[in-house]
């Protein structure tokens, strides 16, 4: 995961720690080296140079730590900018709001919005709670099949969807369901298409309206790095999403989906998936992933 941005890192920071002083001469070509890479990882450039000014402002003039070389405090300010930048602290999903609980799963078709809905049920089933899968993707009836595959194997009980049914009516009954099952949390995996459309923001939006959901969650396929940034602005814009889930992140993806889309969106992302297993899931620390990202 985000190699080639690590790879290039590593060496500007090699480079800085045979430095005995930071000069502003060398703090410059160091963060020249920052900027290429990030740009090169798919950053936006916008997200770029803020990061870029604010890592700059801190390292210049900044009395060096006796503990660290100033190399090392070069790295300590890029890794702190970089956990502000995607968030400062990992945010957790609402469950509050309702009972039962309802989140509602939204994305592209593609982004891996179904297998998510399995993993989120595992991870929640983790922590206590007791999750119920609603497939309300009434055009597809391989997708709600999957789901139903899914809840079969994972053992967490799914709502009898039909594709006669109004999703926003599915939302509505299932949650109903939902309590007499004895469950806590209902997941509700919408409709996804290739491309966003009114049509299915105002889908979206009748579900929101009748079931009102604790917490609404764009999926977002990592590997489609700026495409991903720019449909998470899109879906922020019509549904005031409460976070985001990106997955593929065990791809080759270069890393700027995940450096920009807090930036450009506004909302942090929660989760992110690291696989097509049930349990390649994980809650997103943005201090985890600057070091990750550091190498
Ligand atoms: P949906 O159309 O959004 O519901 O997408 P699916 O859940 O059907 O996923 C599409 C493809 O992406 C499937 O082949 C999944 O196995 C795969 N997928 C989903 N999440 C991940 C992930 O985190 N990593 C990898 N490598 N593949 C994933």
Do not use: W
Not at 28 to 43: C, I, P, S
Not at 144 to 169: A, M
Not at 203 to 224: C, F, Y
């Amino acid at each position: 995961m985000f190699e080639s941005l690590s790879d290039r890192l590593g060496s500007v920071f090699k480079k800085l720690k045979g430095q005995g002083k930071l000069s502003e001469k060398n703090i410059q070509d160091g963060l020249k080296e920052v900027r290429l890479a990030l740009l090169e990882a798919d950053v936006h450039y916008k997200v770029v140079k803020t990061l870029i000014a604010a890592i700059k402002e801190r390292a210049v003039g900044q009395e060096v730590l006796e503990s660290l070389t100033p190399g090392q405090q070069v790295v300590k300010i890029v890794n702190e900018e970089l956990t502000n930048l995607m968030g400062g602290a990992n945010e957790e999903i609402n469950l509050g709001g309702g009972h039962p609980a309802s989140i509602m799963l939204v994305g592209l078709q593609g982004s891996g919005k179904t297998t998510t809905a399995g993993k989120l049920a595992v991870y929640l089933r983790g922590q206590g709670r007791k999750p119920y899968l609603v497939p309300a993707d009434v055009y597809r009836p391989a997708a709600i099949e999957q789901l139903t595959k899914i809840g079969k194997e994972l053992s967490i009980p799914v709502y009898p969807s039909d594709t006669d049914s109004k999703p926003e009516k599915i939302a509505e009954l299932a949650r109903i369901k939902c309590a007499q099952e004895g469950c806590d949390t209902m997941i509700l995996d919408t409709a996804g298409r290739l491309h966003i459309d009114d049509e299915l923001m105002a889908e979206l939006g009748r579900i929101k309206a009748t079931t009102p959901p604790s917490d609404i969650l764009l999926v977002a396929d990592a590997m489609t790095g700026q495409d991903a940034v720019n449909m998470a602005k899109a879906f922020n814009d019509a549904m005031d999403v409460g976070g985001v889930i990106l997955t593929k992140m065990d791809g080759d993806a270069r890393g700027g989906a995940a450096l920009s889309i807090r930036s450009i969106t506004g909302k942090p992302i929660k989760f992110i998936g690291t696989g097509e297993k049930s349990n390649a899931f994980e809650a997103f620390h943005p201090n985890r992933m600057a070091s990750r990202i550091l190498g």
